[in-house]
């Protein structure tokens, strides 16, 4: 049997801001209809804001008391982070299995 700690945190409500051009009906993303380069058109917002508050975090990883106790844990996690705000790719990215 093994266990790991698990970080405890008051997180204070965060209220979404409004994003231009973002689109987050999922009834129009999913929809047949959306041609491929309108999908990645509708989502590049969201790719861009991502990283943009990555950025903005980075500063925190030595300034905020809570996020430094966690240390080295915090130290890896941009890096591991970062890829997934990449802009969105108008042809998707085949994996080997």
């Keep these: ?3 790991t700690c698990f970080p405890a945190a008051e997180v204070p409500l965060v209220v ?9 009906d999922t009834s129009a993303l999913g929809s047949p ?5 309108e999908l990645v ?11 943009a508050w990555l ?21 890896f996690a941009p890096d591991r982070a970062r890829p997934a705000s990449s802009h ?3 042809r998707p990215r085949h994996h080997p299995s």
């Design 55 to 75: 950025e903005g975090q980075q500063g925190r990883l030595t300034d905020d008391p809570e996020i430094v106790r966690y240390s080295p844990a915090e130290d």
């Design 1 to 3: 049997m093994t266990t």
């Design 88 to 90: 969105p790719r108008r």
């Design 16 to 24: 979404p801001g409004h994003v231009p051009g973002l689109v987050l």
């Design 33 to 37: 209809e959306l041609a491929r380069d």
């Design 41 to 51: 058109r509708a989502l590049r917002p969201l790719t861009v804001g991502y990283r």
